[in-house]
C-alpha cells in the first residue's frame, strides 16, 4: 500500500532548526514530484515546497524563501525539509504529499494523490 510517513516534529524556540523527513513505502519516491504543505490552527492549508522528481525544480513558499530547503535522498526513499531560523508564524502540522507532477508555478494549487499523516512542529520560548 503506498505510504508517507512524517517525521521530526517537535517543540523548538524561535531560531532554532529542525530537520523533517518523508518516508515512502509502496512506490519509488524518485518517480514522484514531493511537496510540503502546513496548516495551522484557524488557517488554511499552504503550500511551503516542492521538489520536482529529478530534483532540477524546486519552490518555496515568500515565507520561507531563505530559511527552509528542501532535498531528496533516493537511495532511502526519503524527502526531507530543513527548516532554519525558525518563526513562531512557522507553527503548524506539517505534511508531504506525492504526485506524478511537476513542480511548476501553481504547484500548490493542484490535487496531491497521496498524503501523509502530518508531524506537528511548534515554535515557542
Known amino acids: 500500500q503506498v505510504q508517507l510517513v512524517e517525521s521530526g516534529g517537535g517543540l523548538v524556540q524561535p531560531g532554532g532548526s529542525l530537520r523533517l523527513s518523508c518516508a515512502a513505502s509502496?512506490?519509488?519516491?524518485?518517480?514522484?514530484?514531493i511537496g510540503w504543505f502546513r496548516q495551522a490552527p484557524g488557517k488554511e492549508r499552504e503550500g511551503v515546497s516542492c521538489i520536482s522528481s529529478s530534483a532540477g525544480s524546486t519552490y518555496f513558499a515568500d515565507s520561507v524563501k531563505g530559511r527552509f530547503t528542501i532535498s531528496r535522498d533516493n537511495a532511502k526513499n526519503t524527502v526531507y525539509l530543513q527548516m532554519n531560523s525558525l518563526k513562531p508564524e512557522d507553527t503548524a502540522v506539517y505534511y508531504c504529499?506525492?504526485?506524478?507532477?511537476?513542480?511548476?508555478?501553481?504547484?500548490?494549487?493542484?490535487?496531491?494523490?497521496?498524503w501523509g499523516q502530518g508531524t506537528q512542529v511548534t515554535v515557542s520560548s
Open positions: 504529499a506525492a504526485d506524478l507532477i511537476l513542480c511548476g508555478s501553481t504547484w500548490s494549487a493542484v490535487p496531491w494523490d497521496y
Open positions: 509502496g512506490f519509488t519516491l524518485d518517480d514522484y514530484a
